[in-house]
């Protein structure tokens, strides 16, 4: 397959993206927002065809549905129920992948969604809460999707709240070791990382084209470990638009970078 | 035995400093009208537990709440609630922030009348450390310590449910009825607020008694509120109002605040707040939202 000669950093970013859910087989793949679910349904429509997926409401779909208003005689292919309760069976049995955005990834690899700035009892900035992340942290593989990546997501120091756990030894529970804390990829509009660098350090997988590996380390509030070798983060192919555009067909994904800049800015 | 009554007759059995489960998700099925009955009420030091959206961000602005138990707020397409946020950050409410199954947990032990149940969710997490409440403990059977998630006991729950009779029998016909079986099942009483009143022999169908998901001896009350879940959704009866909830979320914004809310919404009964919002017609011609 040959790469495609324009795209966006949004596609460039689902493609890059549903390589998270590529090799995972039979496990509910959860994307929440528009990107990390597009590119949970690109990875069911081709390299993982296994993978289970939620009409992101209470049914269990065998085929991905497209984003956003759907033609009044669409049938969504339902294949079973999955309310929000039976959820949590399927998170707990660990047969899960998600892919979310938090507003905070600090160098464990802890994330959070929950408060920014002053104090526990009277946060600056209330946001969402912890959510399910702390359960979806411990029980099975997460990735991340972050659209603006610099230094307030990827702070310096830890999070202001932790969700999520991430590879911290001074938060390890008894028993446990940090093998089973399992973050796959981080997804930004400057690159891919995983937290596969020595001692789990966060490291670069792959620049979008036209990205350097400073620009990352700048806008990372800590080091960031870099390869020797660091390749561009692989087009998209013509093919795989054509299935994104089907997925999405009002182009939400246009709205989810800022100024929904080409995929290639080198 | 006839278990209907009216959303006054509800509130009159609230205590202050009761804690309360809400059924629903976000904006989605909340007993809405129940909870404006408490608004209107002299009710107060609340500790609400919910899969929160505008249910807990208006007993908060109306200063109901002295305690929230919740893994989140939010309004879904509008992600933070203003006003719970408005609460958090002048520091005027208590919290108990936990994981969403955790809170599933924790209502779970409460229904099956056992102190607690372990798990391994919270554990490298704040919602350990920020809740010394919460106790991590020893396995008797393996070396790893697991967070002990303790009951979650409720005096009452309000949940809304499409149909029932009133005997009790409640069913809920949208995809989900989310945790509200085990919000009725936590609860030392349930009231059920719902958009239809039917004859006991509407569930003779089992293909209706199949969306029933507790049984009769765990509602406490039947309130018939047609629409009574607006501005929150009723699967597959309406959706959620989104221009009402933008409305609500601008209020935070201005000046007068929730008074001014209040002031334009509430009305001194669920027949005025509807015929303030456009009337039940308009409620039920809400279209259902696209996921």
């Not at chain 1, 759907?70 to 998170?91: L, Q, Y």
């Not at chain 1, 990546?149 to 830890?158: C, D, I, Q």
Request: hydrophobic fraction near 40%.
């Amino acid at each position: 397959m040959t790469a495609a000669a324009e795209y966006t950093l949004a596609e460039l970013c689902i493609v890059a993206a549903s390589k998270s859910f590529a090799d995972e087989g039979e496990v509910l793949g959860t994307g929440i927002g528009v990107v990390p679910r597009l590119a949970a349904s690109l990875a069911m429509k081709t390299t993982n065809p296994d993978l289970m997926m939620t009409d992101s409401e209470a049914w269990m779909l065998s085929e991905p549905n497209p984003i956003g208003s759907r033609a009044a005689d669409f049938v969504p292919s339902t294949e079973s129920w999955m309310g929000f309760s039976r959820i949590f069976d399927n998170v707990w049995s660990r047969k899960r992948h998600a892919m979310l955005g938090p507003t905070q990834i600090d160098k464990f690899g802890q994330s959070n969604t929950s408060a920014l700035g002053g104090s526990y009892d009277k946060p600056k900035t209330m946001m969402l809460g912890a959510r399910g992340f702390p359960g979806n942290s411990i029980s099975h593989p997460n990735s991340f999707f972050i659209p603006g990546h610099n230094t307030r997501v990827f702070k310096e120091g830890e999070c202001d709240f932790v969700s999520s756990v991430g590879y911290n030894p001074a938060r390890l529970p008894k028993g446990h070791s940090l093998d089973d804390i399992d973050i796959r990829l981080v997804i930004t509009n400057l690159c891919v990382m995983d937290f596969g660098g020595p001692d789990h350090q966060i490291q670069l997988v792959s620049l979008h084209p036209g990205v350097t590996a400073e620009e990352v380390q700048q806008n990372t509030g800590y080091p960031v470990h870099i390869p020797a070798e660091v390749p561009t983060t692989e087009a998209p192919t013509q093919e795989q638009l054509d299935i994104i555009m089907a997925l999405d067909p009002h182009n939400q994904r246009a709205h989810q970078i800022l100024d929904n800049p080409p995929g290639n800015r080198s | 035995m006839n278990k209907q009554m009216t959303a006054s007759e509800v509130v009159a059995q609230l205590e202050d400093g009761m804690t309360v489960g809400i059924g629903g998700w976000g904006p989605r099925r909340k007993p809405m009208a129940l909870v404006r009955e408490i608004l209107r009420s002299g009710l107060k030091d609340l500790t609400i537990v919910s899969y929160g959206g505008a249910d807990v961000g208006m007993l908060c602005a109306a200063g109901k709440v002295k305690k929230v138990v919740f893994a989140f707020v939010s309004l879904d397409f509008i992600p933070l609630e203003p006003y719970f946020r408005q609460a958090r950050q002048s520091g005027s409410i208590e919290v108990m922030e936990i994981d969403e199954g955790m809170m599933l947990l924790g209502l779970r032990a409460a229904s099956w009348g056992i102190p607690f149940i372990p798990t391994e969710v919270g554990l490298g997490t704040d919602v350990i450390t920020q809740n010394p409440d919460i106790k991590v403990i020893d396995s008797p059977y393996d070396d790893k310590e697991w967070v002990a998630m303790p009951a979650l006991k409720l005096d009452a729950s309000l949940i809304h449910a499409d149909k029932a009779d009133v005997r009790g029998v409640c069913q809920i016909a949208g995809p989900d009825h989310y945790m509200d079986d085990w919000f009725a099942r936590a609860a030392a009483k349930t009231f059920v607020s719902c958009d239809e009143l039917v004859e006991s022999e509407y569930f003779h169908d089992p293909a209706q008694a199949r969306m029933v998901h507790w049984e009769r001896s765990m509602t406490t009350g039947v309130v018939p509120i047609a629409g009574g879940a607006h501005p929150t959704s009723c699967s597959p009866l309406y959706g959620f109002d989104v221009a009402h909830f933008k409305a609500y979320a601008a209020s935070a914004k201005g000046e007068g605040g929730f008074n001014d809310y209040i002031q334009q919404y509430l009305g001194a009964s669920e027949q005025e707040y509807q015929s303030n919002v456009g009337g039940l017609d308009a409620i039920c011609a809400i279209e259902l939202p696209t996921y």
